[in-house]
């Protein structure tokens, strides 16, 4: 599989729009966001049946949306969305946790 192939599979156990607006202790590098926690929780939940690399590009979208999440409520933004989501970062790190792994993609 691509790593498009993954994430076209994978991005729709996240809603397009999350509001962060119950954002706590948010600086520049961190920050906690409950409706955020509580779509990864459901996209975890979805995703429980599908491939290692499905679930593995779960956790890769959630770190790329707690990243815009933090820049975006630092900033009076109050959601975040997939259409704002750094595809870079998410393939950098995607692909980091692969070769953490060892495994490759096509």
Same mark, same amino acid.
């Given at each position: 599989?691509? #790593?498009?192939? @993954? ?8 809603? =397009?729009?999350?509001?962060? =607006?119950?954002? *706590?202790? &948010? *600086?520049?590098? =961190?920050?906690? #966001?409950?409706? $955020? ?8 939940? *979805?995703? *429980?049946?599908?491939?290692? $690399? &499905?679930?593995?590009? &779960?956790?890769? @979208? #959630?770190?790329?949306?707690?990243k815009k999440a933090i820049d975006n409520f630092l900033n009076g933004i109050m959601? &975040? ?5 750094d595809i870079k970062y998410l393939k950098s790190s995607f692909t980091e946790n ?9």
């Amino acid at each position: 599989m691509t #790593f498009k192939e @993954i994430y076209c599979l994978t991005i729709k156990y996240y809603p =397009s729009e999350i509001d962060i =607006s119950d954002g *706590k202790m &948010v *600086k520049k590098n =961190s920050g906690n #966001f409950k409706t $955020l926690n509580d779509s990864w929780d459901k996209a975890e939940l *979805k995703a *429980k049946n599908d491939s290692n $690399l &499905v679930q593995l590009m &779960v956790w890769g @979208i #959630f770190r790329t949306y707690h990243k815009k999440a933090i820049d975006n409520f630092l900033n009076g933004i109050m959601t &975040v969305s997939v259409t704002e989501l750094d595809i870079k970062y998410l393939k950098s790190s995607f692909t980091e946790n692969l070769l953490n792994l060892n495994i490759q993609l096509n």
